[in-house]
Nanobody, 124 residues
Framework: QVQLVESGGGLVQAGGSLRLSCAASGRTFSVYVMGWFRQAPGKEREFVAAITWSLGRTYYADSVKGRFTISRDNAKNTVSLQMDSLKPEDTAVYYC?????????????????WGQGTQVTVSP
């Protein structure tokens, strides 16, 4: 089992920045990729970004490319999401997720473990 705990959400004005962190514990050696997803009210959970645990290869949704940056610290078992130039449409609950293999890096159904989520609200 892998446990994930997110932190860093909050309220920010459009154009501002937030940094989300995800602390992983448990059988972290089994993790192949870590991802961030988000879900706005009434919408499907959508892929935001992902990073492979060993090589640090990154993947981004088109909607956040150039504004968000995902990174990982293997020594601390943490994954971060730096969010810049935030827009009101970025408002959502953000979830950290871990996948043991490459079942589908951009697909929520491919991930094995999930955090509890953290709210990000961007005001106009």
């Amino acid at each position: 089992q892998v446990q994930l705990v997110e932190s860093g959400g909050g309220l920010v004005q459009a154009g501002g920045s937030l940094r989300l962190s995800c602390a992983a514990s448990g059988r972290t050696f089994s993790v192949y990729v870590m991802g961030w997803f988000r879900q706005a009210p009434g919408k499907e959970r959508e892929f935001v970004a992902a990073i492979t645990w060993s090589l640090g290869r990154t993947y981004y949704a088109d909607s956040v490319k150039g504004r968000f940056t995902i990174s990982r610290d293997n020594a601390k078992n943490t994954v971060s999401l730096q969010m810049d130039s935030l827009k009101p449409e970025d408002t959502a609950v953000y979830y950290c997720a871990a996948d043991r293999d490459a079942k589908g890096i951009t697909l929520a159904g491919g991930y094995d473990y999930w955090g509890q989520g953290t709210q990000v609200t961007v005001s106009p």
